[in-house]
């Protein structure tokens, strides 16, 4: 009967899990369109700007490592920085600004128009990612934003995803936090392999 139970609850755990991933294959035209968009900033001279809060500092970290230092031997390194980085800079601004602040500030400091502005949350609602990529947007730089999705409804207002401010929002569909975070780290590497299929393919980034 345990072993019953404890199986069960592993396939609820998986099932969990592949649900939002089903989902995000299923619109694989949205995921190469951000991609294809990413792969034209980067060939002109573009570089990519991450950012969030939380665990999702340590996978803007990441992502900016993944494409500055790609684990695969041979692909091309893409410039990119992380704004979590520096923790000096993130607790002067939050402390005499706000914590909102803390990534719009950076960003426009060191954004240009033709770079890429990836805001990463788990919340759909996170202010200082919101006000990051609408920084970014004013500036014109390419806005991609990675975040989860609430059945629920739970909280009305603008979200991270339907924000005017975001190109292309890539969403978790999940209402838990765990699993929305996992599928983030499937997405960007999904986004770092699909960059560079572009950059692989003559032509098509002219």
């Excluded at 199986?7 to 694989?28: H, N, Q, S, W, Y």
């Excluded at 999705?149 to 765990?178: C, K, M, N, Q």
Aim: charge should be negative; aromatic fraction near 6%.
């Amino acid at each position: 009967m345990t072993s019953m139970v404890n199986a069960a609850e592993v396939t609820r755990l998986f099932e969990l899990r592949g649900g939002p991933l089903r989902d995000l294959a299923e619109r694989a035209g949205s995921v190469a369109d951000a991609c294809h968009a990413m792969a034209v900033r980067f060939h002109r001279g573009g570089k990519l700007v991450t950012f969030g809060t939380g665990g999702a500092s340590a996978d803007a970290q990441h992502v900016a490592v993944e494409f500055v230092h790609p684990v695969i031997v041979g692909k091309r390194a893409l410039p990119a920085i992380s704004l979590t980085t520096d923790v000096a800079t993130v607790t002067g601004i939050a402390e005499r600004d706000g914590i909102a602040d803390i990534f719009s500030r950076q960003i426009r400091c060191v954004g240009q128009p033709g770079d890429i502005a990836m805001g990463i949350s788990a919340d759909e609602y996170s202010p200082s990612v919101l006000a990051g990529l609408r920084a970014a947007k004013e500036l014109g730089m390419l806005t991609v934003a990675l975040t989860g999705s609430r059945p629920d409804g739970a909280r009305d207002g603008e979200t991270i995803a339907t924000s005017p401010f975001v190109d292309h929002a890539l969403v978790a569909a999940s209402g838990d936090p765990r699993a929305v975070k996992e599928t983030h780290v499937t997405m960007y590497h999904v986004l770092w392999e699909l960059v560079h299929v572009f950059f692989e393919q003559p032509g098509v980034l002219a």
